[in-house]
């Protein structure tokens, strides 16, 4: 199985990129990709632009790999309640390119932060945006107070928000079938 593992943030030491990485290993997969959207770095989304120069190549090369994926771990970092402006900024060009973005596109939503919230806001927003731009959500998982709570050698550290993880992905790897 082919897995995409989309961070959303541009930070290089992203702690969403981290718990999705780690959310992707527990499929089991010997095909693993992870996007850096450092490495899709686009214009402000405008019409005018769209107009004038067309839709970016890099554009087209982040939606095949989407396209091409089986199933997509995404990292959902929160700025101000919502998502990034880069992975925002990205999701305009793509809906632009293919307005059903995750056409029949299987999924899992991870996301964490700092404080206690774990990303909530960002999470509400994905789960209610991507089914309109045809994702197949698996399941979903918020992780808060991620220093405290996650440790990239041994995982998940409370125990029961391990117990609650785990769950995640069963109830996800179950779906996948």
């Not at 067309?54 to 997509?72: F, H, M, R, T």
């Not at 994905?126 to 994702?135: N, V």
């Not at 405290?148 to 125990?159: P, R, S």
């Amino acid at each position: 199985m082919k897995i995409l593992v989309f961070g959303t943030s541009t930070s290089r030491n992203s702690i969403n990129k981290k718990i999705a990485i780690f959310t992707s290993k527990q499929f089991n997969s010997s095909s693993l990709e992870t996007i850096d959207l450092n490495d899709y770095q686009l214009p402000i989304y405008s019409i005018d632009l769209e107009k004038e120069k067309g839709i970016p190549q890099l554009v087209k090369d982040l939606q095949s790999k989407v396209n091409e994926a089986e199933l997509i771990v995404f990292g959902l970092a929160e700025h101000n309640g919502t998502y990034t402006t880069a992975f925002k900024n990205a999701l305009d060009w793509m809906s632009r390119l293919q307005t059903n973005t995750f056409e029949k596109k299987k999924i899992v939503l991870v996301s964490t932060s700092p404080g206690g919230r774990g990303g909530k806001g960002v999470m509400e927003a994905a789960l209610a945006r991507f089914p309109i731009h045809g994702a197949i959500i698996l399941g979903n998982f918020s992780l808060p107070k991620f220093q405290d709570n996650f440790d990239e050698n041994k995982g998940i550290l409370d125990q029961d928000l391990e117990i609650s993880f785990n769950k995640f992905i069963e109830k996800s790897k179950q779906a996948l079938v």
